[in-house]
């Protein structure tokens, strides 16, 4: 068996959504998802210019030795670029090999370990009275988790996670509008006197049994986020995620001793390397990577497994960002792995997103269920992908009340 030809889209509605296609000779075809947000031509490129002409020829089914190939056989290894690209490729052999053995996915993993998958979504407002609706509508809608951002007294209105005004709060990380950022501005002390009560005044209007989930999105300084994780544990979060930078990881052992908040960490992580220490001195309880730039499923299968050793549980990322392609390998993975946490999740399903990527994967009740179809049980419509062009984007940049340059 051989892989013939593969190409890129770059497009999808309202998204920049990067879909490999990898076509064999026996009419099998595997699809792959490289999106890197507001980076997308880099992975596209890399796969159309250095990667797709090194794997026409290669039998499809031998997906270790071809991860092995590009990654070893690179010189320089990782980064979310190349890993994103890599991540693609081996998602569409997965999805091959599934096919082949009519099968899905799941299955070659060990099968089922649950049939739905906890999922969480996000509720946001730019004040506390704007977050308490908008946590309001994700439980009408079955969720029982929800991530909640608020905005900050005394903080200019747009700060992470929050949208300006009471306006759609899930799809406005990425800037369409070119790629000069825009200017988010943080102050550590305004967000560390306002956020602790507001996440106790969430639990004491919610409940004890809704889990709840925050963002801090790197922005505190290791000190900051082990005064922080304490203030919080009244609020009894499901986990604190990204509470300061890790690349620093040795930094994680100051909150560590200080708080037992769960902290959950590895959303821009691309390497089993990059995990490796806060995994196996237990320094976070969930591990965020995500398919698509952590090397597809082979190399997250691997983290998934190590974290399992040490009670680190998952909770892949799942912004917009994501198609609907890794968000149906980490459906796949999110049904099997033992040590499954809970998985982001943000409706993708638009009528457009679904004539694009049609599958018969379904959330209910907060839950998301897998397909049974072979592979990863979802398809690319080329003709539908004709009416999408790349648009450039790009993150906001964050600076601190005096001008210093901050950490998005
Ligand atoms: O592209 C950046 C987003 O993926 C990131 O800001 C989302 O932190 C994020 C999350 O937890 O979903
Ligand atoms: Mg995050």
């Known amino acids: 068996m051989k892989i013939t030809d593969a190409k890129v889209f770059v497009g999808g509605p ?21 999106t890197l947000n507001n980076r997308e031509t880099l992975p596209a490129c890399y796969l159309e210019e250095y990667l797709i ?56 993993f060990g099968g089922k370990s649950r049939d739905g998958a906890m999922l969480y979504s996000h509720a946001a407002g730019s004040d506390l009275e704007h977050l308490m609706d908008s946590i309001g509508a994700q439980i009408e809608q079955g969720y029982k988790a929800v991530r909640v951002q608020c905005g900050v007294p005394g903080m200019p209105a747009a700060s992470y996670g929050v949208p300006e005004g009471s306006g759609d709060n899930r799809h406005f ?20 006197r306002f956020m602790p009560d507001a996440l106790m005044q969430v639990r004491e209007r919610f409940g004890a049994e809704l889990k709840l989930l925050h963002d801090v999105h790197h922005r505190l300084r290791p000190r900051e986020s082990a005064e922080f994780a304490r203030q919080v544990e009244p609020a009894r979060l499901f986990w604190l995620e990204d ?12 909150l560590r001793s200080h708080s037992t908040a769960p902290i959950a960490i590895g959303e821009v992580f691309n390497s089993v390397w990059d995990c490796k220490q806060l995994i196996e001195e237990e320094l976070i309880d969930f591990i965020r990577v995500a398919v698509t730039y952590a090397g597809g499923i082979t190399h997250v ?54 004539a694009l990527f049609p599958s018969k994967h379904r959330v ?31 993150h906001p940049v964050v600076r601190l009340q005096d001008g210093t340059l901050w950490n998005y």
């Open 14 to 34: 309202g998204k920049n959504y990067v879909t490999l296609k990898i076509q064999t000779d026996q009419g099998i075809y595997g699809l792959g998802d490289a």
């Open 243 to 254: 509470p300061t930078p890790a690349d620093d990881q040795n930094a994680l052992r100051l």
């Open 53 to 108: 002409p090194n794997l026409v020829g290669k039998d499809p089914r031998n997906s270790e030795d071809i991860w092995q190939f590009f990654y070893r056989g690179a010189y320089f290894r990782k980064g979310p670029v190349a890993m994103a690209a890599f991540g693609a490729i081996d998602m569409a052999l997965w999805d091959i090999k599934a096919k082949l053995a009519n099968m899905p996915l799941y299955q070659l």
């Open 173 to 192: 990380i990425t800037d369409f509008s070119g790629i000069k950022p825009k200017l988010e501005i943080w102050d550590a002390d305004c967000y560390m």
């Open 364 to 394: 209910e009740q907060g839950l998301m269920y897998v397909s049974n179809e072979p592979g990863l049980g979802v398809d690319f419509d080329e003709r539908e992908a004709q009416r999408y062009r790349y648009q450039p984007g790009s």
């Open 301 to 354: 299968k691997r983290i998934v497994d190590l974290a399992d050793l040490h009670h680190v549980r998952t909770g892949f990322h799942g912004a917009p960002s994501h198609s609907p392609i890794s968000m149906a390998a980490q459906a796949h993975l999110n049904v099997w792995a033992p040590n499954f946490g809970i998985q982001e999740y943000l409706v993708l399903g638009s009528p457009e997103c679904d």
